[in-house]
Structures are given as C-alpha cells and as structure tokens.
C-alpha cells in the first residue's frame, strides 16, 4: 500500500491519542517508507525503527507550528508524529 | 463604535483608527510603524519604537493622530532632558558603581552592610517629567542587564519578571481553532524567538525555516510569556532546519486579535495566450 493512502492529516492542535492512551508504533516497512519521503519536521531518526509494531503509551503530546501533534512515547525514545502511530488495545 | 481616546474602533478587527494608523487596545501597540522622523527624537530612546504608544505612558500623554505623544511641550522636553542626563549618567557613574551594587544585592540578605556607590551620580531629575525620562533609560542600560545577570547566578530571580518574546506560526485552520479555544496554547506547543525569521518572509520561507508543510505558516502570532515558562524539546533547543525553538510548559493565554497574516507573495498573474508569462 502506499504511503499516501494510509497516512491521514492530523487534525491541528486536536491529537487522536491522548497521554495514557495505549498505542501501536506503526510496522517496519511503514517507518522506512515513511522516513523515506517526509520532508518536513520531527523526522524519524535511525534507531526509532527498531520499534516498529511495539504496543506502548503516549506519554506527552506537544504541538508543533501548525498544530500538528508530536508525541512522547513511554520506554521508547525519540518524538513521533501522529501519522507512525496505531490505536493500541485498551 | 467608540476606542481608546475617543477614536473609532472598527468593529470587525477591534481596532482603533488613529488617522494615520491602528491602533490595538489589546496590545497596548500601533499595528503598523510610525511614519519615519514623524516622532522619533535621538535624544528620547523611547521614541525610538516604532509600534509605542506615547513612550508607553498613556497616563500622561496621548496621541491624537498616529505621529508622536501630546501632553505638552515642556513635558516631553522634560521627558527628553531626563533620559539624556541618564545616557549621561550611565556612561559615567552608573558603570563606575555597578560592581559595588551588585555586590550589595547579593549580600542584602545576610548583613545591612553595604559597599555604597563609588562616584556620585553627575544627573539628578529635578521634576517628574525627567524622573520618568531617566528611569526609561535607566531600566533600559541598567537594570535590565544587571537584574538578567543576577537572576542567571539564581539570586533574585524569585523578585523578577522575566519574561521572553516568542512567536508561533500557523495555518488559517490551526488559528480558527486557537481563536475557537479562547485564544490559548496548549501546553507542549512549540515557539520560536522572533529573531529566528527574517522581516517580511514569506510564509514559504518561514515554512522551509520551521521545516511545516505548505499552508502551515500562514499566520503567526507573537506574545511575551515569563521565561519559566518555555522548556527546551526533547530533540534539543533547535530544529532540524537550525531554528531555535522552545514549548511552552503550560497552558498559555495569547489575544486572538494578535495573529497576523505571513507576508504572503502575490499570485503570479495568468499567461495570456500567445503572451509571457508575469513572474
């Protein structure tokens, strides 16, 4: 599937998943794809990668210029746009 | 509708029409700059902002037109006269006894002893006018450096106010939903300093700047919050594309009225058939 067609805008300001909530870092070839053509911020470094499908919390969310949300996931280091996230199981 | 001083208040921006320019009550500032030399003096650095109301003394003086503060004569003269004999001092004495007043600041709060000044001051204001010139002036050369300095080493910061001015870029649909909020930020969202863009960029350029898609730096809006406020991101003090950046700890109020338009470039007219194209 392509990029495009899974990744949906994130409503500015307004995060889809909010701190506690349970989430799924997106797979792995999701991430290569989509550290391949995001040209904007907050781009995914190389060792974010490595927890592609892990299940975890959204610790803290911030909004960047724009609105759109970034988030802090607990255990698992780096910052993530909403777009390499998935709803976890509650 | 009726503004500040008596002036008509548009009433779909909020703001006051000074005849040569707005003015925003919220902001207690000009939306465009004053006319050049229309009210700047070299001797008055309060003059010297362009977006001021009155040297920001609306107690004493007003503004009638748009160009430079009313409240007689003799008063701004007096004004002038007061931050001149500041300039005067701070060169002289003020730098001569800093050392000894910092001193005394930081041992304030163990021993009434104090180190005292070494020169006396060669100015003294000798009415309210020059009072208020020479503490313009002197807040401006002296206390803000020295009171930045001591709050740094943890001294008296607790007794300051200090305060940052940052700015946060957004697209038409981002500012609806501030502006629907009540005009607040929510904690974690990002700012820059003004200083990271460039007068007069293009919303493109803020947006390659700031690294945001199109459209997402259609609009900004700057605001001074106290500097405790701002927390360094997780990914560090700049972007990727080398802006300084912050987020702002909590919930911050900002005046909705505040946002303003990035400078837009202007479309490109259409090719005509068989014609050029316009750049």
């Not at chain 1, 899974?6 to 999701?30: H, L, N, Q």
């Not at chain 2, 003015?23 to 700059?33: I, K, V």
């Not at chain 2, 021993?111 to 208020?132: L, M, Y």
């Not at chain 2, 001074?224 to 700049?238: E, F, I, K």
Request: aromatic share 8%; net charge negative; hydrophobic share 30%.
């Amino acid at each position: 599937m392509e990029i495009s067609q899974i990744m949906t805008e994130p409503t500015p300001y307004k995060e889809a998943f909010p701190v506690g909530s349970k989430v799924y870092i997106a797979d792995r070839a999701f991430l290569d794809e989509f550290k391949r053509t995001w040209e904007y911020h907050h781009k995914l470094r190389p060792e974010q990668l490595t927890y592609a499908g892990r299940q975890t919390t959204v610790a803290e969310v911030g909004f960047y210029h724009g609105g759109d949300p970034v988030y802090t996931l607990s255990d698992v280091p780096g910052l993530w746009l909403e777009q390499c996230l998935r709803p976890g199981l509650a | 509708m009726t503004g500040f001083t008596s002036k008509e208040r548009d009433a779909e921006t909020g703001l006051d029409f000074f005849e040569t320019r707005y003015f925003s009550s919220a902001q207690g500032r000009f939306t465009s700059p004053d006319a050049p030399f229309a009210g700047q003096h070299k001797e008055d650095p309060q003059s010297w902002n362009m977006y001021a109301y009155v040297r920001n003394n609306p107690l004493r003086y007003t503004d009638p037109d748009g160009r430079d503060c009313s409240g007689g004569v003799l008063a701004c003269i007096n004004t002038i006269a007061g931050s001149v004999g500041q300039l005067g001092n701070t060169f002289t004495s003020d730098l001569i006894n800093a050392p000894n007043r910092i001193i005394d600041t930081l041992i304030s709060p163990f021993t009434n002893f104090r180190f005292g000044d070494v020169v006396p001051a060669a100015f003294t204001p000798t009415n309210s006018d020059q009072q208020e010139g020479a503490a313009a002036i002197k807040n401006t050369l002296v206390a803000a450096p020295v009171v930045a300095g001591l709050s740094q080493i943890g001294t008296v910061s607790s007794t300051v106010t200090d305060v940052t001015t940052v700015v946060h870029y957004t697209s038409d649909t981002g500012m609806a939903g501030i502006t629907e909020s009540g005009g607040v930020l929510r904690s974690g969202t990002y700012v820059t300093t003004p200083g990271e863009i460039p007068a007069g960029a293009s919303s493109s350029t803020v947006e390659h700047l700031l690294e945001i898609g199109p459209g997402k730096g259609t609009n900004s809006v700057t605001f001074q919050t106290p500097s405790s406020n701002l927390v360094t991101p997780a990914n560090g003090s700049t972007t990727s594309g080398g802006a300084v950046q912050f987020q702002l700890q909590n919930p911050t109020q900002i005046n909705p009225a505040g946002f303003k338009p990035t400078n837009t470039p202007p479309l490109k007219p259409p090719c005509a058939p068989g014609g050029t194209c316009g750049n």
